[in-house]
């Protein structure tokens, strides 16, 4: 079984610019979650989605952070325009149920973005 | 306010030796306790679930005990190897949304 797949891997880009993260979750899973994890610290949740529907983005930054979810598969997260504090790995993550956060949950490699 | 705290200090041992993590937990009543494995530049893996019903739990050399009057939970890997060496992460799922995780503990373990 193939697993999360994300990319890019790494991406630099200057404060202001704008950038987009890709996730291809593991097949047949419902759930799909973005985590943002600073240097030290643990992953935080900025989205989960329950299929192509949004169950929690309150701590998304709604002002300069987006992401969707197309077809209830794929998802993208994108930063426009980024800050220096976006620096950070980038983490796609999915489970199998509608269950939500209880369930075991499959990462992706990350993204770690640079912002310079 | 909630928070989860997981030892910030890099925890040392000898090869063979037993390894005890710590998550404590406050303003939380978690149906469910999580631990993941991290390496460096890779995603977390789980390892282990708890319940809130559950005392203990093992898996292997993982051991994972959970007392929710101490809001505590200790994570334990028996006879330690180099290869256990990573950041270990515990995880909160309150009402069963928005998983939290704790800062994560590094382990060290030497041959």
């Known amino acids: 079984e193939a697993g999360v797949a994300q990319s890019p891997r790494y991406k630099i880009i200057e404060k202001r610019q704008s950038v987009a993260f890709w996730c291809n979750p593991i097949?047949?899973?419902?759930?799909l979650y973005w985590y943002q994890q600073i240097l030290g610290q643990g992953p935080k949740l900025l989205i989960q989605?329950?299929?192509?529907?949004?169950?929690?983005d309150s701590q998304l930054p709604k002002d300069r952070f987006s992401a969707e979810r197309l077809k209830g598969v794929d998802s993208t997260l994108k930063i426009q325009p980024a800050k220096l504090e976006d620096s950070a790995v980038y983490l796609c993550?999915?489970?199998?149920?509608?269950?939500?956060?209880?369930?075991?949950?499959?990462f992706g490699p990350g993204t770690r973005l640079t912002v310079l | 306010s909630q928070k989860i705290e997981q030892n910030s200090e890099a925890l040392n041992i000898q090869e063979g030796k037993t390894a005890t993590l710590t998550c404590n937990y406050t303003?939380?009543?978690?149906?469910?306790l999580q631990w993941y494995r991290q390496d460096p530049g890779r995603g977390p893996v789980f390892l282990l679930l708890?319940?809130?019903?559950?005392k203990e739990k093992r898996k292997e050399r993982l051991k994972v005990t959970f007392d929710t009057t101490l809001k505590q939970s200790l994570f334990h890997i028996t006879a330690s190897q180099p290869a256990d060496s990573a950041t270990y992460l515990c995880?909160?799922?309150?009402?069963?949304?928005?998983?939290?995780f704790g800062a994560g503990t590094r382990l060290f373990v030497k041959a």
């Open positions: 708890i319940r809130e019903n559950e």
């Open positions: 989605f329950q299929n192509n529907g949004v169950v929690d």
């Open positions: 097949s047949g899973h419902a759930t």
């Open positions: 993550a999915s489970s199998p149920s509608e269950r939500g956060s209880t369930d075991t949950q499959y």
């Open positions: 995880a909160l799922a309150p009402g069963g949304f928005k998983t939290i």
């Open positions: 303003n939380y009543s978690p149906a469910y």
